[in-house]
């Protein structure tokens, strides 16, 4: 159910530590330094720097200064961030189960400590959280880029890219992409996957927002109440995306269909309407037979071989104009059918 974690230590030590210091920068021609901090002191050593940092695979560490501290001791914070089911040696496809997410933590502080980092993971702070449901859909992605697009979540700005959406404001993101695109870019195994599946990801990004939403201000209190991350989960996907009616889909589809409109419009001139009409129909034709059964029906009606030649070239330019002018991802279903499969699939995950 979780994905990305990223934790705050809120007690902390750091000895013998295995970071990467960032160097402060300096001017060359004044000789002044800018960004430099201490961050951290071990026995007699002080460290100073930007900031430093461990990256390990799924594992980021990072420690910065703390800019509003004052006084002469160093004053920094620690984060650490890792994928729960990578890091707990499963595929990031498939969600992890309690003990799983517990493992993975009991991992996180056992890597921290390897790098000379004690703490107890359990106080630590999440200050972002993503959980994420997926959906194994019957047609590929590009048939539900429609009435994803036209999905507005309550306050969120949307952002809309080649394999995916995105809704976002200050404190939550909701992410909406193809998976499989996604794994194969990353050059991942994508063997045992279904065939087009597609990941809902809620993102909690500051702390705040984890501790209103999930009551969770520690890793202790997100382990007691783990079994509430997926009542967030579904009930913020229903009031965010899913929250409409078949006529509601349909009232929002009209946004659709003036774009289609206004493509033939732009395509055909004055005679769009009737190009519109007579591909429309074509369309829908298609839909419930195939065109070598309808071309089949029109020689055995049509005795006249020049008529049935004007004919069947007639259909191919006919089809050819309608593949060539519509949408790639147009699918043969509904966007209220299609609408309502994802809902149900998600909300019952």
């Known amino acids: 159910m979780i994905d990305t974690m990223q934790l705050l230590l809120t007690d902390y030590e750091i000895k013998g530590a295995q970071l990467q210091l960032k160097p402060a920068t300096i001017d060359t021609a004044s000789g002044q330094i800018h960004g430099e901090h201490l961050l951290w002191s071990d026995g007699d050593r002080q460290f100073q720097g930007s900031y430093a940092f461990h990256i390990d695979g799924h594992f980021n560490v990072q420690v910065k200064p703390d800019r509003n501290a004052t006084g002469t001791e160093p004053k920094s914070y620690c984060t650490a961030r890792f994928e729960v089911p990578k890091f707990s040696g499963g595929h990031n496809y498939h969600p992890v189960d309690f003990q799983g997410t517990k493992d993975a933590f009991q991992r996180a502080e056992k890597q921290l400590r390897e790098i000379g980092i004690r703490t107890n993971i359990e ?3 999440p200050c972002r959280m993503d959980s994420f449901g997926n959906v194994a859909a019957d047609e590929p992605y590009a048939c539900y880029r429609g009435i994803l697009g036209m999905l ?5 700005k949307q952002r809309g890219y080649e394999d995916g959406f995105l809704w976002e404001n200050q404190s939550q993101e909701i992410c909406a992409y193809d998976k499989k695109h996604q794994l194969l870019v990353k050059k991942q195994n994508v063997k045992g996957l279904p065939k087009h599946p597609i990941r809902f990801e809620l993102r909690a990004m500051q702390a705040r927002k984890i501790r209103t939403a999930y009551g969770f201000a520690t890793v202790a209190d997100l ?3 783990y079994d509430h991350i997926r009542a ?3 009930r913020t996907m229903k009031k965010q995306l899913f929250r409409y009616s078949g006529p509601e889909i349909e009232v929002i589809s009209a946004h659709d269909l003036q774009t289609e409109c206004m493509l033939y419009a732009d395509n055909y001139g004055r005679n769009w309407l009737q190009k519109y009409l007579s591909h429309r ?3 829908d034709l298609l839909r419930v037979t195939n065109m070598d059964t309808f071309v089949g029906v029109l020689e055995s009606m049509e005795q006249n071989k020049s008529k049935r030649s004007r004919m069947k070239k007639s259909l191919k330019e006919a089809q050819f104009s309608s593949e060539a002018i519509k949408p790639a991802w147009a699918s043969k279903r509904t966007n209220i059918e299609l609408y ?3 809902q149900e699939k998600l909300l019952a995950a």
């Not at 507005?152 to 969120?156: D, I, K, P, T």
């Open 232 to 234: 967030v989960y579904q």
């Open 281 to 283: 129909g074509l369309t």
């Open 223 to 225: 382990l007691e109440g």
């Open 152 to 156: 507005h979540g309550s306050r969120m």
């Open 340 to 342: 309502n499969e994802l």
């Open 123 to 125: 106080t630590a702070k």
